[in-house]
């Protein structure tokens, strides 16, 4: 029995956009999923807490070029009160604005039913938060902005 997901694909290079996946036989998504990707996917549930649920490929940092660069995470207050650690040095505790990651390749979100375990339709209030955080000009070329600048301190530091 075939079903519809709509969810949010945010490419590299371009704005968040809503896009209409189908099911496998099955009713499983997993394979339309991977195919937004690009691969097998890795979920970043610490993105907005799985509100809404987040997936890129698990292997997008492999290998990846400046091309590849998608978005850079800029650390939340809720990423700080969590007390995550920098990615820079696995050691020092974000504060909200610092720099946290650069997600390689393309990202989507969906929504996520915990009582049932699966995948649901984006809310249109999910849609929005994606929007916020990943749209417009300055969002679209974080990603290769920040990694030319971590290159960029990385040769200066020679």
Request: proline share 5%; charged share 25%; net charge negative.
């Amino acid at each position: 029995m075939k079903r519809t997901l709509e969810v949010m694909v945010v490419p590299v290079g371009r704005e968040p956009e809503l896009k209409t996946l189908e099911s496998d036989e099955s009713g499983s998504f997993l394979k339309a999923l991977q195919g937004c990707v690009g691969g097998p996917i890795e979920p970043l549930s610490w993105l907005f807490d799985d509100a809404p649920a987040g997936y890129c490929n698990e292997e997008g940092a492999l290998g990846a070029t400046f091309l590849d660069a998608n978005r850079a995470v800029y650390a939340t207050k809720a990423m700080e009160d969590a007390g995550f650690l920098s990615q820079l040095d696995f050691a020092t505790p974000v504060r909200e604005g610092d720099f946290y990651a650069i997600v390689f390749g393309d990202m989507v979100f969906c929504g996520f039913d915990p009582e049932a375990g699966e995948s649901r339709d984006i809310a249109p209030e999910e849609c929005e938060r994606v929007r916020e955080r990943f749209g417009g000009a300055g969002s679209i070329d974080s990603g290769a902005s920040e990694l030319l600048s971590l290159a960029l301190a990385g040769r200066l530091r020679r």
